[in-house]
């Protein structure tokens, strides 16, 4: 039982820690700050990972209330789910920076702005449509309370660790240069590709009975 819930947690932890991206992230938060010192991005960034945090936490509280809403299956959600995720461990893998989750224009204006936090870094940057994705993925495989608690306690830990990424920033920047930041991206997009894949196949084993249910009825 206990070696589940750690396969649960090291799992949940992989899945949401490379979809947020914090080290991925961390040219394109420099570029949206280039006026603030340490201690003006240290704000911005603890605002950002706060709200990121709560975002996921409410879509880990609604998600299958917004499936419902939509009569939207857990099958077809994990496979779609899948396929975006797929789709942006592609853009990691080839390094796409930093349009992957902002436009050029989004970009300039967010130079302009004084505080960055919520938008773009909050949204869509650290909780966008990859995360939320993620978060109501994981949700739909809890199977008791306590499963509900560790995807909890990984969102907690992830933005407590996004916080202190994105707050070093120019360290890590220094540290490991463009080239290490890409190949440590690559790396992150090698593993969500498999993790994406993982949601995919398990959405195609869910919508399998419903199809052959359907055949038999016709």
């Not at 240290?42 to 998600?63: D, H, P, Y």
């Amino acid at each position: 039982m206990v070696s589940e819930y750690l396969n649960f947690a090291s799992f949940a932890f992989a899945a949401l820690f490379f979809i947020v991206d914090p080290i991925g992230n961390i040219p394109l938060f420099l570029a949206i700050t280039p006026k603030n010192d340490f201690i003006e991005r240290k704000q911005i960034v603890g605002k950002a990972s706060i709200a990121s945090g709560l975002i996921l936490i409410f879509f880990l509280l609604t998600g299958n209330l917004i499936l419902n809403l939509f009569h939207i299956t857990i099958g077809a959600f994990k496979i779609a789910g899948g396929i975006l995720i797929f789709i942006i461990s592609l853009r990691m893998l080839f390094v796409f920076r930093p349009s992957q989750k902002t436009s050029p224009k989004e970009q300039r204006e967010a130079k302009e702005k004084d505080d960055v936090s919520f938008f773009p870094l909050a949204i869509p940057l650290l909780s966008g449509p990859g995360a939320i994705t993620t978060i109501i993925l994981l949700r739909n495989n809890c199977h008791n309370i306590i499963h509900y608690l560790i995807i909890l306690a990984i969102i907690v830990v992830v933005s407590v660790l996004t916080y202190f990424i994105l707050k070093e920033s120019q360290y890590f920047m220094k540290l490991c240069g463009q080239t290490g930041i890409n190949i440590l991206v690559r790396l992150m997009g090698l593993l969500l590709s498999v993790i994406a894949v993982q949601f995919a196949i398990d959405g195609i084993k869910d919508i399998i009975p419903e199809i052959i249910q359907g055949i038999s009825s016709s």
